[in-house]
Every structure is written in structure tokens, then in C-alpha cells.
């Protein structure tokens, strides 16, 4: 079993729709959470980090569920430039704190 | 405001050629990172450098060194380049090892080797 793992799509959204997604992870121990994002041949940029009390950030809105190991991200309204793949982040919860990303959902909305 | 620079962007070598990867920061990071990035998988750690004169294993070590040049720049060389090196390859840095406030990155190196 991966680390952490994402359904990785494409999920094909209609523009103005509402989408969400999970991500699981393996190790209980884990500490900290992260959704990137990730545009075609760009490098990763950070999206919003993921708190136990879940947090939201405009459209966006993270949630954490440490009994079932997952996190999800949900956008509301989503926009044309929210088309990108979404990284789910997982701080390994061992000695050297090193992050383990997951392989990414890929988002399209569509006009 | 450049971030992370990473050079070069493109790159081809042949099997067994030697090269390194540049890259340089200018946010007064203390850690910095090499990945690479393959399809259908997550980034994956190759080495990474703490603090400014230490460098660290990751995921995935063998076939390449780095150095800690200083705090702004961190290298990565490929030894003798294989097939299996074929890779987007990013740099990047963050304040903390953890990286709550994020991780910047640089641009991507996409090499091939044939």
C-alpha cells in the first residue's frame, strides 16, 4: 500500500460546479497536512495547509479525518483556472519529519 | 523576486555521462531539497540539506551526490546517468525541515537519457 494515495482522475467538472476529492494515508503518526497544486509542466505551489479543525480559504476548504486517515479538498464554484493536479501532502510522522506526496488528482473544469 | 532558481531546464545526456543540476535560492532558506518527479507517482526525496553544511539521504539516493555549496545553493550530480534517471527534477526550499509555511520550488530540470 502506498503511503498516500490519491484517485488520480481526470475528474471532468462542469465550471461553476462543485468538486471534491480525498486523499489517504498510511501512517497514523503523521503530523501535518498540505494541499499543492500543481499546473501542467509547472512546479508544485502550495494551496493551503490542513488543520485538525479542518480550514477553509475562499473556495477552498480542507478537512482532516484522523480515524480514517484521510484528508479532502473541496471547491466550491469552481473557476477554468482551477484546472490543475492537487497534491495531497503527508509529513511523515517519524524521526525526520520528510514529506511524502501523493501522485496527484487531476482536475478539469470545463466552460 | 526570483525564488528558486534551478538551471538547466532541458537537458539530454547520453548513458554514462556526468552533469549537475544548479540551484540557488534567495529567501534566506534554511532547507533545501531535490526531488524528481516521474508519471503516475509522487515526488520522490533524492537528498536534502536541513541547514547550511549538512545533506541528508532520501527516498531515493543512489546515482546521485550533492553539495551544499552554501545557504543559497544546493547541487545535484549525476555521476554516470542511466536510463532510469530519465526525470523532471525540482529543487526546492523552505524555512523548516517540515515546511509548514510551504515549500517554494523551482521551475523543473526535464532530463532525458538515452
Known amino acids: 500500500r502506498k503511503e498516500v494515495e490519491q484517485d488520480p482522475g481526470p475528474f471532468n467538472v462542469p465550471e461553476g460546479a462543485t468538486v471534491a476529492f480525498n486523499c489517504t494515508y498510511s501512517?497514523?503518526?503523521?503530523?501535518?497536512f498540505f494541499w499543492y497544486r500543481q499546473d501542467c509542466r509547472k512546479e508544485p505551489k502550495l494551496l493551503m495547509s490542513?488543520?485538525?479543525?479542518?480550514n477553509e480559504d475562499g473556495r477552498f476548504t480542507a478537512q482532516l479525518n484522523r480515524a480514517s486517515q484521510y484528508i479532502s479538498l473541496l471547491i466550491r464554484d469552481s473557476k477554468l483556472s482551477d484546472s490543475a493536479t492537487y497534491l495531497c501532502?503527508?509529513?511523515?510522522?517519524?524521526?525526520?519529519?520528510?514529506?511524502?506526496w501523493g501522485a496527484g488528482t487531476k482536475l478539469i473544469i470545463k466552460p | 523576486n526570483a525564488g528558486v532558481t534551478q538551471t538547466p531546464k532541458f537537458q539530454v545526456l547520453k548513458t554514462g555521462q556526468s552533469m549537475t543540476l544548479q540551484c540557488a535560492q534567495d529567501?534566506?532558506?534554511?532547507?533545501m531539497y531535490w526531488y524528481r518527479q516521474d508519471p503516475g507517482m509522487g515526488l520522490r526525496l533524492i537528498y536534502y540539506?536541513?541547514?547550511?553544511?549538512?545533506?541528508d539521504k532520501g527516498e531515493v539516493p543512489n546515482g546521485y551526490n550533492v553539495s551544499r555549496l552554501n545557504k543559497r545553493e544546493f547541487s545535484l550530480r549525476l555521476e554516470s546517468a542511466a536510463p532510469s534517471q530519465t526525470s523532471v527534477y525540482f529543487c526546492?526550499?523552505?524555512?523548516?525541515?517540515?515546511?509548514?509555511?510551504?515549500?517554494?520550488f523551482g521551475s523543473g530540470t526535464r532530463l532525458t537519457v538515452v
Open positions: 526546492a526550499s523552505s524555512e523548516g525541515v517540515v515546511g509548514i509555511y510551504g515549500y517554494t
Open positions: 529567501m534566506n532558506h534554511n532547507s
Open positions: 540539506s536541513a541547514s547550511e553544511g549538512t545533506t
Open positions: 501512517n497514523s503518526a503523521s503530523q501535518s
Open positions: 490542513v488543520y485538525s479543525s479542518g
Open positions: 501532502v503527508v509529513v511523515n510522522g517519524d524521526s525526520n519529519y520528510q514529506l511524502i
